[in-house]
């Protein structure tokens, strides 16, 4: 089993940046790819950017440039860096897992076995 928590989310201006932290704890043998996932209400939920363990980095186009994903293997903890926030972000953000290195596979929630409850990013215009 693994247990994912977020943290970080709160309310900025368009522009504005935030960290979001997400610390796994539980099997390490169940987080080999971690994502990042948003949605909005009414929305699906959408992958934003994912990390292996071995460090390589996808991120979905809407935010290519402006987000960051990054692992801290020693702490167990994923960080999405997002600069330059507009308020189509405004959304719930997920931190999810899996076994399996699956790239841009991983986008596709339905892949991800393990979840977190989620932290609210709210971007004023």
């Known amino acids: 089993q693994?247990?994912?928590?977020?943290?970080g989310g709160g309310s900025v201006q368009s522009g504005g940046s935030l960290r979001l932290s997400c610390a796994a704890s539980g099997d390490r043998s169940l987080w080999f790819s971690m994502a990042?996932?948003?949605q909005a209400p009414g929305k699906e939920r959408e992958g934003v950017a994912v990390i292996s363990r071995d460090s390589r980095r996808f991120y979905a186009d809407s935010v290519k440039g402006r987000f960051t994903i990054s692992l801290d293997n020693a702490e167990n903890k994923v960080y999405l860096q997002m600069n330059n926030l507009k308020p189509e972000g405004?959304?719930?953000?997920?931190?999810?897992?899996?076994?399996?290195?699956c790239g841009t596979a991983c986008f596709n929630p339905r892949l991800l076995a393990y979840w977190g409850q989620g932290t609210q990013v709210t971007v004023s215009s």
């Open 36 to 38: 990042w996932f948003r």
């Open 90 to 101: 405004t959304a719930m953000y997920y931190c999810a897992s899996d076994s399996r290195t």
């Open 2 to 7: 693994v247990q994912l928590v977020e943290s």
